[in-house]
């Protein structure tokens, strides 16, 4: 995890490497080792998919009979994919539009916004598929990847996205419509053994999360799950020690800068017991442990949650740093 500015900004934050490497390791054992292996004669990929794959009645020609549903399926099904373009492109979507929503809304919120968003699709696709004759097990994380789309479409609606194969900049709002629009299309009129169903349910699902969770105390469990202390982010005696200039000079060092009429100073002084740092902003002294309050609630609830005067302190340390 990397910070510029005391804002998150990551490749892969941790919700998001985390689900990834999960299915990519359920991916590898299931089709790369599992099916080498059978019980009673049958492959122990298809006891899998028995088993954590949704299913939504029962199939008498299966080749385990009683196929029935699980209520830990309409997790476990959000894990399992049917070959490697499935969950390359889950994968992809999730990473494309999920990373800035973590760093925006923190770990807890963004993973039971992923997680639910699925559930809400596979309770869809439950509904829906006997309506469409619908036997086949359903596997993928499609449903929960539709949540996060139509999550990222509505906060940040004018963001320009390229879509495939034209790359032409499209507004976000307008790539997400088009997206569910062709999804509702097909659900209706093609039998193509998608669940896109499923894919309307995760995204229908991550609309009422967005405008109800905060209300209704939906993301309190997993905030509290992530709220512990985080490592430090931004070392001052890491900062100074870098910084030859400093260790010619003597014991006490300190500087005060006055931009847009802003009192700002930092000073540090070391004894043989121990180093303290002071950081001044118009008569108000910042703490390193004051910092490091800010930055657990942002990896525990995002940087919106910040008040007014803790980003003020941020931004103005970010700048002058």
């Not at 689900?19 to 059978?38: A, D, R, Y």
């Not at 789309?149 to 790359?167: E, K, N």
Request: aromatic share 16%.
């Amino acid at each position: 995890m990397s910070y510029y500015g005391f804002r998150r900004f990551s490749l892969f934050p941790p919700v998001i490497k985390t689900i990834m490497l999960i299915n990519v390791v359920i991916f590898i054992v299931q089709h790369l080792m599992l099916s080498v292996f059978t019980i009673g004669g049958v492959p122990f990929d298809r006891i899998i998919i028995h088993y954590f794959a949704l299913q939504p009645f029962f199939d008498g020609s299966d080749i385990i009979p009683n196929n029935a549903f699980y209520f830990w399926q309409l997790l476990t099904y959000q894990f399992l994919h049917a070959n490697f373009w499935h969950i390359f492109f889950n994968m992809f979507v999730l990473w494309m539009f999920g990373t800035e929503l973590e760093d925006e809304w923190g770990q807890g919120k963004f993973l039971a916004f992923y997680i639910l968003s699925g559930i809400g699709a596979g309770i869809t696709h439950l509904i829906v598929s006997p309506m469409l004759g619908t036997i086949a097990p359903t596997v993928g994380a499609s449903g929960a990847v539709y949540g996060i789309l139509l999550a990222f479409g509505l906060s940040y609606p004018d963001r320009p996205i390229y879509m495939f194969p034209f790359f032409i900049p499209i507004k976000a709002k307008i790539f997400v419509i088009v997206m569910i629009a062709i999804e509702l299309i097909f659900g209706f009129s093609v039998n193509d053994q998608i669940a896109r169903f499923a894919h309307l349910g995760g995204a229908a699902t991550g609309f009422l999360l967005l405008k109800f969770g905060d209300k209704l105390g939906i993301y309190a469990v997993a905030e509290k799950l992530f709220k512990r202390k985080a490592p430090k982010r931004y070392d001052f005696d890491d900062y100074y020690s870098q910084r030859t200039r400093f260790e010619r000079e003597p014991k006490i060092y300190s500087f005060t800068k006055n931009p847009d009429n802003l009192n700002y100073t930092i000073y540090k002084e070391e004894t043989p017991a121990s180093t303290k740092i002071v950081i001044t902003i118009n008569g108000e002294n910042i703490t390193q442990s004051q910092i490091d309050e800010i930055l657990d609630k942002i990896s525990a609830s995002g940087y919106q949650s910040l008040t007014d005067r803790e980003k003020h302190i941020l931004i103005e340390l970010s700048k002058k740093l």
